[in-house]
């Protein structure tokens, strides 16, 4: 009676299994992307009621938040013995690193104050050994020679003569975050902001404001800045929400004795470029992955 079934026509083609693992994933992406999403907002709400230096504004707005208020522990002290965990972890070989990515549409409307002028590098001269000198930023020129490489391009913010403020621009291609061993794209409308840095005795007068509205006058076809900041960074954050930062994704690594490398929070709604091994929570830090930092590091 004829021989074994042939498969069903829509078996031929990987079949009725694979729609349904395929719609499966797509569940899970989206549902893992919504997480992302409420992360962000939830972090963006902790922030502000940090930055507001109480808690009631972020109670008011998200009643169910006060275990996780509690449990992150939302006032400065909390935060500083957060640094020293960190710091105590390191001589342990622990190596914990917890990142915030922002993004800005809007600019602060400031008028620069006019004894600040601005000037673009996009390519390596001397005077950018020297800006980096004069600020004892410590970069070797081979890094600053990699950088241009790379199509990345330096900003000087001077006062008068006084180097005021330096910072660096990717516009395009990614962003390449060493200690994740992961390329944020940067959007085609979009630039993205590197170890931005004001000369010691000018910080806390809003220079950061100035520096990024003169960079965005650069760049008028761009719509939206991004940076990444160190959350333990006060000082760098605080000036990122003021400008009009809000974050949108956070990503949480430890490295274990500069071996083993555990993802525990990954920024999965973001587009990525190169990543080393995208699929892995756990991975090895051996020569291959340090081979593959060295390449794309700037
Ligand atoms: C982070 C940094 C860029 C901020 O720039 P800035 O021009 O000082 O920023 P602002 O003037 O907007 O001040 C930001 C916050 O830092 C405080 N601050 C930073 N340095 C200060 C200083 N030396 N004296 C007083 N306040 C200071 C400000 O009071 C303000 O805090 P607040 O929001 O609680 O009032 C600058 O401090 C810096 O260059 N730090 C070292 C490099 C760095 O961490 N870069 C960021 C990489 S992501």
Same mark, same amino acid.
């Given at each position: 009676?004829?021989?074994?079934?042939?498969?069903?026509?829509?078996?031929?083609?990987?079949?009725?299994?694979?729609? *349904?693992?395929e719609?499966?994933?797509?569940?899970?992406?989206?549902?893992?992307?919504?997480r992302e999403?409420?992360?962000?907002?939830?972090?963006?709400?902790?922030?502000?009621?940090?930055e507001? *230096?109480?808690?009631?504004?972020?109670?008011?707005?998200?009643?169910g938040?006060?275990d996780?208020?509690?449990?992150?522990?939302?006032? +400065?002290?909390?935060?500083?013995?957060?640094?020293?965990?960190?710091?105590?972890?390191?001589?342990?070989?622990?190596?914990?690193?917890?990142?915030? =990515?922002?993004?800005?549409r809007?600019?602060?409307?400031?008028?620069?104050?006019?004894?600040?002028?601005?000037?673009?590098y996009?390519a390596?001269?001397?005077?950018v050994?020297?800006?980096?000198?004069?600020?004892?930023?410590?970069?070797?020129?081979?890094?600053?020679?990699?950088?241009?490489?790379?199509?990345?391009?330096?900003?000087?913010?001077?006062?008068g003569?006084?180097?005021?403020?330096?910072?660096?621009i990717?516009?395009?291609?990614? +962003?390449? =975050?060493?200690?994740?061993?992961?390329g944020?794209?940067?959007?085609?409308d979009?630039?993205?902001?590197?170890?931005?840095?004001? %000369?010691?005795?000018?910080?806390?007068?809003?220079?950061? %404001? =100035?520096?990024l509205?003169?960079?965005?006058?650069?760049?008028? *076809?761009v719509?939206?800045?991004?940076?990444? =900041?160190?959350?333990?960074?006060?000082?760098?954050?605080?000036?990122?929400l003021?400008y009009g930062?809000?974050?949108?994704?956070?990503?949480t690594?430890?490295h274990?004795a500069?071996?083993l490398?555990?993802?525990?929070?990954?920024?999965?709604?973001l587009?990525?470029?190169?990543?080393?091994?995208?699929?892995?929570?756990?991975?090895?830090?051996?020569? %291959?992955?340090?081979?593959?930092?060295?390449?794309?590091?700037?």
């Amino acid at each position: 009676m004829g021989g074994p079934p042939g498969p069903r026509p829509d078996e031929a083609n990987g079949g009725p299994g694979l729609a *349904k693992r395929e719609s499966d994933l797509g569940d899970r992406r989206e549902i893992s992307n919504q997480r992302e999403i409420e992360n962000g907002e939830s972090c963006r709400l902790l922030l502000a009621a940090y930055e507001a *230096k109480e808690a009631g504004a972020l109670l008011q707005a998200r009643p169910g938040c006060a275990d996780e208020l509690q449990m992150r522990g939302l006032s +400065r002290r909390l935060l500083s013995v957060n640094e020293g965990v960190r710091e105590a972890l390191r001589c342990l070989g622990i190596v914990a690193t917890d990142g915030l =990515v922002l993004q800005c549409r809007g600019r602060s409307g400031s008028t620069p104050p006019p004894e600040y002028s601005l000037a673009g590098y996009r390519a390596f001269e001397h005077e950018v050994v020297e800006v980096n000198r004069l600020l004892r930023r410590g970069f070797p020129e081979e890094r600053l020679l990699a950088r241009f490489r790379h199509g990345l391009k330096f900003f000087v913010l001077r006062a008068g003569e006084d180097v005021a403020a330096t910072t660096w621009i990717v516009t395009e291609g990614e +962003r390449f =975050v060493d200690e994740e061993g992961v390329g944020l794209l940067v959007p085609a409308d979009g630039l993205w902001v590197r170890d931005i840095f004001i %000369a010691p005795q000018r910080r806390g007068r809003g220079l950061f %404001a =100035v520096l990024l509205d003169g960079v965005r006058e650069q760049f008028p *076809k761009v719509h939206s800045i991004w940076s990444d =900041v160190d959350r333990d960074n006060h000082p760098s954050l605080s000036a990122h929400l003021r400008y009009g930062f809000e974050p949108v994704a956070r990503f949480t690594t430890l490295h274990l004795a500069g071996q083993l490398m555990i993802r525990l929070r990954w920024p999965v709604s973001l587009p990525m470029g190169s990543v080393f091994k995208p699929h892995r929570r756990v991975l090895l830090t051996g020569a %291959a992955y340090r081979q593959f930092v060295s390449e794309r590091r700037t």
